[in-house]
């Protein structure tokens, strides 16, 4: 399925489990920086996801997505994303404005970059998977 037919039901979703109004959601919103997401929110809204798109999201999915190719030590090194993790990152994440990305980024503060459209992404790529 493609961002836009996704995108109405994930809108509807996250004004649900965030309790804010579907106004406030769009593609380019960050989850926690703009709508105001807490770590159990996303517990939450991948359950309800899961539920509505009838699919599995893998706990960490996002991270492993945007840790691409590199192993760990070389995304991240004592907690804080390498310049090769960053490039990789940007690159999964192509949708967040540059401007959030900084240097010395810490593993920890990866979550403040997902935007509504980071989601709709993530529905689109799990649903490509399982039906393969």
Not at 2 to 20: N, R
Not at 92 to 101: D, N, Q, R, T, W
Not at 104 to 120: A, H
Request: hydrophobic letters at 40%; glycine letters at 4%.
């Amino acid at each position: 399925m493609s961002i836009e037919t996704i995108y109405p039901k994930v809108k509807e979703i996250i004004a649900d489990v965030l309790v804010v109004d579907e106004s406030e959601v769009e593609l380019n919103k960050r989850l926690i920086a703009d709508l105001g997401a807490e770590s159990i929110d996303f517990l939450d809204l991948a359950f309800q996801l899961e539920r509505e798109f009838k699919i599995k999201i893998p706990r960490g999915q996002l991270e492993q997505d945007a840790r691409g190719t590199l192993s760990e030590a070389e995304f991240e090194q004592n907690g804080v994303v390498t310049p090769a993790g960053l490039e990789s990152l940007k690159a999964s994440l192509s949708e967040v404005p540059a401007e959030y990305f900084k240097d010395n980024l810490k593993v920890s503060e990866i979550p403040l970059l997902f935007t509504v459209e980071t989601f709709c992404k993530l529905i689109s790529r799990v649903q490509t998977q399982e039906a393969a």
